[in-house]
């Protein structure tokens, strides 16, 4: 079955870096995203990766794929308070445009 | 609308009564997607629809939920008879489905349920 794990909380210094964890199970997933929740508001995509990729950066945001693990991390350099949110991440189902989410990590950021 | 539209943001009802949640995706997204939010929870997907294709109710919990869309418009999502543990934030997304990779998922602010 699809299923997508994350552990539940973070907790980071203002300027450390934070790293969110996820493992997934669809092998034949083509992309894995990384979707940001703040308070009472939708889920806003950060970031993608396409599966045949190991590493991608985007400003303070690396992402990492281990396929052979199926294990994907957002790391976040420099964290600041505005980043304090619930952090998603998904894959797709192969042939179809239905995404599986983790149970978000809410990420904590203080001074 | 520039972007995905939910109403009402919040409902309060009495277990037993039906309501009824509504999603105007953005406009010439053919793929609507249906998402429940528990409390602490991840998303679990509940409905999709594509086009004029028969929609995906795989995620649907149970009969008590429905859904209807017309053409590539306004969805409702429907739920009879509510019991509390249908509480949870009901989140909708659409997209320009077909394209890869699928940043085309936008979504809405939800709808906060809560069952008293």
């Known amino acids: 079955g699809e299923d997508v794990e994350q552990s539940l909380f973070l907790s980071v210094r203002e300027g450390d870096s934070s790293v969110i964890n996820c493992t997934y199970t669809d092998s034949s997933s083509t992309y894995l995203y990384w979707y940001k929740q703040e308070p009472g508001a939708g889920l806003q995509l950060l970031t993608y990766i396409f599966s045949n990729m190991d590493m991608k950066q985007d400003q303070r945001l690396t992402v990492l794929l281990n396929k052979k693990d199926k294990h994907l991390s957002l790391r976040i350099a420099d964290t600041q308070t505005g980043d304090s949110a619930i952090y998603f991440c998904?894959?797709?189902?192969?042939?179809?445009?239905?995404?599986?989410f983790g149970t978000g990590t809410r990420l904590q950021v203080f001074p | 609308g520039a972007g995905v539209s939910q109403s009402p943001s919040n409902k309060v009802t009495e277990k037993g009564k039906d309501v009824e949640l509504r999603c105007d995706p953005i406009?010439?997204?053919?793929?609507l997607y249906w998402y429940r939010q528990r409390l602490g929870q991840g998303l679990e997907f509940l409905i999709y629809f594509q086009g004029n294709s028969a929609p995906d109710k795989s995620g649907l919990p149970s009969d008590r939920f429905s859904a209807e869309r017309t053409g590539e418009s306004v969805s409702t999502l429907t739920i009879q008879r509510t019991q509390q543990e249908d509480s949870a934030v009901y989140l909708c997304a659409s997209s320009a489905a077909g394209q890869e990779p699928n940043y085309g998922y936008t979504f809405g602010s939800g709808t906060r349920l809560t069952v008293v």
């Open positions: 998904a894959e797709s189902i192969s042939n179809t445009d239905k995404l599986i």
């Open positions: 406009s010439g997204h053919t793929a």
